[in-house]
């Protein structure tokens, strides 16, 4: 292989046109031919500067409504012939085949074109074939071949050739290479998984994954693991897209836990109450709803307030100046939030090291997306857990109903408990949670720490009785025995929601109506492992 090679022809054809003129001009001052198509050459020719179309090379011009311009020897032989062999070099002599030396593409929009809606028709059409046709070309016989794919690799592209006097080095060009081929395989994930949907196909033979750097990180969950944060193209509201304002850089952990927060918040829905959920290690330690994010973040806090510190803090609704000094009170790891006011950021503003993370909206708790999981030699796929249950959704099932003011207990618990880790077992009481069992071996052992938790807290805050007495229990998945429940009403519960399916329905059914609670089945679980 050649060290190093000059870059004397260039064939420029772009969807995404930033930076393309300044491009072009540096590389005709460098004494680089320049080759386009279409809307690339005349944007390069208003410009000022001398283009050759492709078709002129082809002998043939663009045609199909543009479908057919590159898919030629003339451009192929140009980029996928080896320049030190000499069966290769006599063919290009022999068919005026020019070598074509650095290839600068980015692809009709097919991503974003899927996102804003389109039609099957215009999703089809933004399709690109000769772009990857001819990256892939380039990637493979990048020996000698530069191939651009990436607006931010232009500069790199001028550093390494001027470094080398023209020319660009060999481990430059495997990069450049290495990053084409990831493209096109995105590229192809996006369009083979939106067929897949648009044939509502739940588990197609193959499935392509593909993701975009966002960020590397410092390590992973712990110090000794390299990690980096890599976004989907699903644009779906949260750590992904939001905009961080201040704070140090996010952690795996971070992102993890704010990810966890947000998803969580958003299950509220602003416009009928101000919402707030603390997380700590993927779990609630506190939700809350109030007449004001300020006395939402407050019940959510009184929850645990042990846990709270170093959490991560979710809003459904801008963060403002109230708020905002509340939460400055202890040590919090990341608030997430869609919007705050400036009151609310020069607050933030003292405290250097907490991160605000800024979205434009919530996630939609109902939109059925895809969730990967990985497990030794695979990955594990399904819908993410979007399941809804409302009060038509519910079946009371002991001799004493629910009264209205517990059916809205009820619903608020049944909505964090989606969001625990299993078992979950979690006690509500006036739209705040008071206890949460999470991740135990069995639903009695969740059932205990909720307890023990919601114990602690009214010892602290200089109560007589638990902060769970009276409440509503929520069980993500049925009770197996009745010692689960029984715990949960010696613990102060006075009703319960639970998926209802167990053999031992009618045990634990008579074990509620002895204890005189209110019980209602949803008929779905919510495990989340």
Known sequence: MTDLHPVRRALLSVSDKTGLIE????????????????????ALRDAGLTVKDVSEVTGFPEMMDGRVKTLHPMVHGGLLALRDNDTHVAAMNEHGIGAIDLLVVNLYPFEATVAKGADYDTCIENIDIGGPAMIRAAAKNHAFVNVVVDVEDYEKLLGDMDQHDGATCPRFRRKLAQKAYARTAAYDAAVSNWLAGELELQAPKRRAFAGELKQTLRYGENSHQTAAFYTDGSNRPGVATAVQLQGKELSYNNINDTDAAYELVAEFDPAESPAVAIIKHANPCGVAKGATLAEAYQKAFDCDRTSAFGGIVALNQPLDADTAAKITEIFTEVV??????????????????????LTDSLPDPRKPIVAYKQVAGGMLVQDKDVGYVGMDDLKVVT???PSDAQMQDLLFAWKVAKHVKSNAIVYVKDNATVGVGAGQMSRLDSANVAAAKAGRMAAELGLEESLAKGCAVASDAFFPFADGLLEAAAAGGACVIQPGGSMRDDEVIKAANEKGLAMVFTGMRHFRH
Do not use: M
Not at 23 to 42: D, F, I, M, Y
């Open 23 to 42: 491009l072009g001009q540096a590389l005709a001052a460098r004494g680089v031919e320049l080759l386009s198509t279409g809307g690339s050459a005349k």
């Open 336 to 357: 997430i939030a869609p919007g705050a006011s400036d009151e609310a950021k020069e607050i933030f503003a003292a405290k250097k090291n907490l991160r605000l993370l």
């Open 399 to 401: 001799e004493k109903a």
